[in-house]
Nanobody, 114 residues
Framework: QVQVVESGGGLVQAGGSLRLSCATS????????MGWYRQAPGKQRELVAA???????NYADSVKGRFTISTDNAKNTVYLQMNSLKPEDTAVYYC????????WGQGTQVTVSS
């Protein structure tokens, strides 16, 4: 079992920045992939960014150049730095980590006002 807890969401104006954190109960090195997903009202959950334990990253086209995913191995934490935020980035953001199974956090709300 892996515990996953997100934090760092909030309300920000367009053009602003937020950093989301995802604390896990397992060492980053024991995980296969770590990712951030988001779900806006009335829309399907979508991948925002993902990183493997080897450091390979993948981003949704809509966030490339604005968002950065990273890890702090000493803290067993995955971050999502979000810059140049847009109202369309408003959503609940979820952290997902995988071993042989997948584990999700409870989500954190990000609201970007215009």
């Amino acid at each position: 079992q892996v515990q996953v807890v997100e934090s760092g969401g909030g309300l920000v104006q367009a053009g602003g920045s937020l950093r989301l954190s995802c604390a896990t109960s397992r060492s980053i090195f024991s995980l296969n992939t770590m990712g951030w997903y988001r779900q806006a009202p009335g829309k399907q959950r979508e991948l925002v960014a993902a990183i493997t334990s080897g450091g390979s990253t993948n981003y949704a086209d809509s966030v490339k150049g604005r968002f950065t995913i990273s890890t702090d191995n000493a803290k067993n934490t995955v971050y999502l730095q979000m810059n140049s935020l847009k109202p369309e980035d408003t959503a609940v953001y979820y952290c997902r980590v995988t071993t042989l199974r997948e584990y999700w956090g409870q989500g954190t709300q990000v609201t970007v006002s215009s």
